[in-house]
């Protein structure tokens, strides 16, 4: 039997983030975004709840739940906003997961603690100016090992968290030998290791994004993370789970529009009534309900085979497909709901618009997922 209700715990949860959402981000985020400024005390606020604890054991200070609650908390988040959502997103997946997946035991308990309570925050460097799909193919960055130190070369591009002033470190892949990819940690503030300004982005406008740069920055030997040439292993494993968070906030953003849209069509009127009598209007906040509600589905089923310990790579991939393209035609739809309005700063819509396309890119694009679903379906390496 297939039940995708969800427990009595994880109701509870979504309430909370759900309110939350409403009282603590939705009344301050338009502001900070049209500033580009972080949401520090949001972030603090998410830590207490411990969300940023969420699918960690209670021994590393986590909450013992899972992934799927995770991405429960992501959807909620991003109903109101995704800089915020992107923001526990990439601390949890990105910046924690990989430590406690792969990290030595001193590692564990040096840097969980803190990056679990939402204290201080980590993030991943993949991406290098050279290429972020073709990973192997584009890395640059080397890390060399000097007696008991790695000595580091190289850049990274789009780096989320990497800057914030709550950033302890970034886990760095880079090339320790030919074809041979590890990850390591690189402290911020080590010499040598230049965290650039942030990018002016098109959206995500609170979250911080950044460009990373590796001058001889010398790192103890015990800051490697798992073994030696696991790297491009490890990271994989770390984006199929990030696919489906990645196609939670995509369904939050998209469940947002339709929130947006239902409260907007009920208060404007046009020609004498209100525009939510048209059925134009309601066939397309229907159809912006058919695609947010798709692409949970589609985000659950994928979940419940990672949660089963199943393989769920093409079910991730196929989530964030569906997902992303529902936000985007949903934060289309919505901004035109709203008119002119859409197309103003202050209101939400118009902020969902711009956050939407990102949604497509990050984390694998589009054409990515699609090439690792024909690759599932047994169809050979593409040109
Ligand atoms: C706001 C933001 C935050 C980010 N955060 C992080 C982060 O925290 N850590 C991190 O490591 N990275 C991060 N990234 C990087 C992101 O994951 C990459 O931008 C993404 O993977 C795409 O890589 P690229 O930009 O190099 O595009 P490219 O790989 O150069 O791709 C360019 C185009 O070519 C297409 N393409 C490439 N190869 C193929 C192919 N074989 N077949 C068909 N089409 C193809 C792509 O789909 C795309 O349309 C972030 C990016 C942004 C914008």
């Not at 109701?11 to 309110?19: I, K, M, Q």
């Not at 200070?61 to 923001?87: H, K, N, P, Q, W």
């Not at 080397?142 to 950033?167: Q, Y």
């Not at 309601?282 to 419940?304: L, N, P, S």
């Amino acid at each position: 039997m297939i039940d995708f209700s969800l427990t009595d715990e994880q109701e509870e949860l979504r309430r909370t983030v759900e309110r939350f959402a409403r009282e603590a981000v939705a009344p301050v985020i338009g502001d900070l975004y049209e500033r580009g400024a972080f949401p520090y005390e949001i972030v603090a606020g998410m830590g207490k709840l411990g969300l940023f604890g969420l699918p960690f054991p209670e021994e590393h200070g986590g909450m013992g739940g899972d992934y799927f609650t995770l991405c429960l908390a992501l959807e909620e988040l991003a109903r109101v906003d995704s800089s915020v959502a992107i923001t526990l997103e990439a601390g949890v997946s990105l910046g924690a997961m990989p430590i406690y997946r792969f990290g030595t035991d001193e590692q564990k308990a040096r840097y969980l603690p803190r990056l679990v309570s939402g204290e201080r925050l980590a993030a991943f460097g993949l991406t290098e100016p050279g290429g972020g799909s073709d990973v192997p193919g584009g890395m640059r960055t080397t890390a060399r090992l000097d007696g008991d130190e790695w000595v580091i070369n190289g850049s990274k591009s789009f780096i989320t968290n990497s800057g914030t002033d709550v950033t302890e470190f970034v886990t760095v892949t880079a090339l320790t030998g030919e074809k041979e990819i590890s990850t390591i940690i690189v402290p911020n503030g080590t010499p040598g290791f230049t965290v650039g300004k942030k990018y002016s982005k098109v959206g995500w406008s609170s979250s911080d994004t950044r460009e990373l740069s590796f001058d001889d920055v010398r790192v103890p030997a015990a800051n490697l993370v798992g073994e030696r040439g696991r790297g491009y292993a490890q990271f994989l494993q770390i984006l199929d789970e990030g696919r489906i968070a990645i196609a939670a906030v995509s369904v939050g953003l998209a469940q947002g529009c339709v929130d947006e849209s239902l409260r907007y069509v009920r208060e404007r009127e046009a020609f004498g009534r209100e525009i939510g009598r048209y059925q134009a209007l309601q066939f397309k906040i229907a159809d912006m309900e058919v695609r947010a509600h798709t692409a949970r589905v589609a985000y659950y089923a994928a979940a419940a085979k990672m949660l089963a310990g199943r393989s769920f790579k093409k079910e991730a991939s196929i989530a964030k497909l569906v997902a992303s393209n529902a936000a985007m035609d949903n934060a289309r739809d919505a901004t035109q709901i709203f008119g002119g309005y859409g197309f103003m700063n202050e209101y939400a819509v118009g902020r969902f618009y711009r956050d939407a396309k990102i949604l497509e890119v990050g984390e694998g694009t589009s054409e990515v997922q699609r090439i690792l679903i024909a690759r599932a379906l047994g169809l050979p390496p593409s040109v």
